[in-house]
């Protein structure tokens, strides 16, 4: 049971390149969220999705554009990075849709540099 | 909106010694509260969760959390530190959102050192 999946594991991109962070859970979880980490400021919802075919803005949603493909995918996507977009990503997904008790099943995290 | 403090963003204690880590959340209704464990270049995993069975929740390696309404804490602790508990530790909140999915809130995180 592989969980949360994350690709690229590591990726260089110069200012104005554009890129698709990946993610998929086996888990059969309806909930997936993008976060990002950075040093002091701990983790930062950028988008959620409650079910397929819906998709929320986080708290830092400008910049980046999601795409909840099916139950399983979620993707993030950087059209025109900026080096305030160095990071590490974290997609995580949870079993439920509507409960507070949600509990977050993480990815290892893409850690992305904006030269 | 939400949201967790973290008092103290490095806590450094003995092994052996009690841990002690601050959250207080902000929130107009009864939320869900987490405490997630993160090891250096994993992801996070689960430590424990409260929600409202009980005010005092014991999680996995000896970690409890005690629910305090009065002074909106949820204040992570273990009696005796060992040198594998070394890691960065989150406090989360969640809130219902519009959409009908939970919208988790991080604190800013605390790292724990174990001195020898």
């Known amino acids: 049971n592989a969980g949360v999946t994350q690709t690229p594991k590591f990726q260089v991109l110069k200012t104005g390149q554009s890129m698709t962070l990946q993610c998929a859970q086996d888990?059969?979880?309806?909930?997936m969220y993008w976060y990002r980490q950075d040093p002091g400021m701990g983790l930062r919802l950028i988008y959620y999705?409650?079910?397929?075919?819906?998709?929320d803005k986080g708290e830092v949603p400008n910049g980046y554009n999601v795409s909840r493909l099916n139950k399983r995918e979620f993707s993030l996507r950087l059209e025109s990075a900026a080096p305030s977009q160095t990071s590490v990503y974290f997609c995580?997904?949870?079993?439920?849709?509507?409960?507070?008790?949600?509990?977050?099943?993480f990815g290892a995290g893409s850690r992305l540099t904006v030269l | 909106a939400q949201s967790v403090t973290q008092l103290g963003s490095h806590v450094s204690v003995s092994e052996g010694a009690l841990v002690l880590l601050r959250c207080n959340y902000s929130?107009?209704?009864?939320?869900?509260l987490f405490w997630y464990v993160q090891y250096p270049n994993q992801g996070l995993q689960l430590l424990l969760k409260?929600?409202?069975?009980?005010?005092l929740v014991k999680g996995i390696n000896g970690f409890e959390a005690e629910f305090k309404k009065s002074e909106t804490s949820f204040h992570l602790t273990k009696p005796s530190a060992h040198m594998s508990d070394a890691a960065e530790y989150f406090c989360?909140?969640?809130?219902?959102?519009?959409?009908?999915?939970?919208?988790?809130?991080f604190g800013s995180g605390t790292r724990l050192s174990i001195r020898p």
């Open positions: 989360a909140v969640s809130e219902i959102a519009a959409s009908s999915a939970s919208k988790i809130i």
């Open positions: 999705s409650a079910s397929e075919g819906t998709t």
């Open positions: 888990m059969n979880h309806n909930s």
């Open positions: 995580a997904s949870s079993e439920a849709t509507v409960s507070g008790a949600n509990v977050l099943t």
């Open positions: 929130s107009s209704v009864p939320p869900y």
């Open positions: 409260y929600t409202s069975a009980a005010t």
